[in-house]
Every structure is written in structure tokens, then in C-alpha cells.
């Protein structure tokens, strides 16, 4: 009984400071009252996204399709990490890859474990997928739409690695806000999703409301 009561207190005790789990102590006088308010010159940069994976070296294979090369190598406890970076004109942008030792995976014999399909899971929280914009890619190219840059891609992956892209949802088009957008869904390496978004056009007039139910859902199209 005396060392369950010695248990709890130790768990109650632990807090976060710093980005680290310590023993409850005073934080510097400015932190121990979280003060920050919409006026408050505090800006959060966005630093990574982190994705799972069996095989670290066919992930980085796949994310170099995206423009995503490599920047740090590392372990994470037992684990195999890096970080990918992603450097253009129109932005910036960062994952890291983890590769989940075969140990942990628990692969019974000629299974190969994958994420869990988000694209028929609809009934699930929590983060859903990265998306990527490739309309300065289209243009660049001189493409007309979604479809073509997804064929673009899908050969380079097969004369790069011999791999064919998995495609979750075909290009279809949809309105967000006053913007008249192409998506579709890609299937990464392991299975999660990666969206893809084609600006085709601005309306001049503004869109109160972008909630209102709508009779018909937008179907599948292609460049024709």
C-alpha cells in the first residue's frame, strides 16, 4: 500500500516544462502563468509533420517523388529517423519518417503491416492526411489538370523505382470558399494519405457560407 501511495505521488508530480517530462518545479517567473493573448507578438512555426513507416528507405523513395530529399538521419530510440525537407519558391515544408523496428511491427510471415485506409475509414479522428499544392507544378509543366500531373508522376516513380503509384481517390473537383479546387488522394509507401490540390480558378463574388448542404456532391472528372 505504501508503495502505491509513493507511486502516485511520483506520477502527480511529473509535469511538462521546456518540451521535457521533469519533476515538478518552478518554471522562470515570465512561464509559470501562461499569460499570451490575440495581441501578443507569439508566433508558433510550423516545424514537421511526423509518419510512420516499415521501410524508411522506400519512404524516402517515395517522398523524393513529392520534392521531399532528406536533411537529417538519426535514431529515435531504437527507431531508424529523418527528416525530409522540402525547398521551393512557393514554400517550405518538413516531415520526418520513423521506421517502426521489425520487432514492434510483429509481421507474421509474408505479411507486410500497413497504415490503417483512411479513404474508407471515415470514422475515424484525429489527423487525416497531408496535402500538398501542385498548382505552380501543373503550370510549370504546361499540364491542364490534376489527372495528367498524377501520370506524370506515376511514370517517373516507374522508371525511377519501378513502382506504380496507388491512387485512393480519383481527381474531382470541389469548391472551397471562392477557390475552384481539383483533388485527389495518393497512397504513400505504407498506406497513408497524401492529398494533392490544383487551384483551377478565384470567383470574383464572396461565398458567405461554404456549410450550407448541397444536393448533389461534386463527382470525379477528367481534363476532357
Same mark, same amino acid.
Given at each position: 500500500m505504501?508503495?502505491?501511495?509513493? !507511486?502516485?505521488?511520483?506520477?502527480?508530480a511529473l509535469s511538462?516544462?521546456?518540451?521535457?517530462?521533469?519533476?515538478?518545479r518552478p518554471c522562470t517567473s515570465q512561464?509559470?502563468?501562461?499569460?499570451?493573448?490575440?495581441?501578443?507578438?507569439?508566433?508558433?512555426?510550423?516545424?514537421?509533420?511526423?509518419?510512420?513507416?516499415?521501410n524508411i528507405t522506400l519512404a524516402?523513395?517515395?517522398?523524393?517523388?513529392?520534392?521531399?530529399?532528406?536533411s537529417e538521419k538519426f535514431?529515435?530510440?531504437?527507431?531508424?529517423?529523418?527528416?525530409?525537407?522540402q525547398r521551393s519558391s512557393s514554400g517550405y515544408g518538413r516531415l520526418e519518417l520513423i521506421e517502426v523496428p521489425p520487432y514492434l511491427l510483429n509481421e507474421p510471415e509474408g505479411m507486410k503491416r500497413q497504415a490503417i485506409d483512411l479513404a474508407k475509414r471515415?470514422?475515424?479522428?484525429?489527423?487525416?492526411?497531408?496535402?500538398l499544392d501542385v498548382t505552380k507544378s501543373i503550370q510549370n509543366k504546361g !499540364?491542364?489538370?490534376?489527372? /495528367?500531373?498524377?501520370d506524370v508522376l506515376n511514370q517517373?516513380?516507374? /522508371?525511377?523505382?519501378?513502382?506504380?503509384?496507388?491512387?485512393?481517390? /480519383?481527381?474531382?473537383?470541389?469548391?472551397?470558399?471562392?477557390?475552384?479546387? /481539383? !483533388?485527389?488522394?495518393?497512397?504513400d509507401a505504407d498506406g497513408a494519405l497524401i492529398e494533392l490540390l490544383h487551384q483551377q480558378a478565384k470567383l470574383p463574388q464572396k461565398i458567405t457560407s461554404g456549410w450550407e448542404p448541397r444536393s448533389v456532391e461534386t463527382e470525379g472528372f477528367s481534363c476532357q
Open positions: 505504501l508503495k502505491a501511495i509513493c !507511486l502516485l505521488s511520483f506520477i502527480t511538462f516544462c521546456d518540451g521535457f517530462i521533469i519533476l515538478r512561464s509559470s502563468a501562461f499569460r499570451a493573448t490575440a495581441t501578443d507578438d507569439v508566433a508558433l512555426t510550423f516545424h514537421h509533420t511526423a509518419i510512420k513507416t516499415r524516402i523513395q517515395f517522398y523524393s517523388l513529392l520534392g521531399f530529399e532528406p535514431r529515435t530510440g531504437p527507431a531508424k529517423a529523418a527528416w525530409l525537407e471515415q470514422d475515424l479522428l484525429g489527423q487525416n492526411h497531408l496535402a !499540364l491542364e489538370c490534376l489527372s /495528367e500531373w498524377i517517373r516513380s516507374v /522508371e525511377t523505382f519501378g513502382k506504380t503509384l496507388r491512387v485512393a481517390v /480519383e481527381p474531382m473537383q470541389q469548391m472551397i470558399g471562392s477557390g475552384v479546387y /481539383e !483533388l485527389a488522394f495518393l497512397y
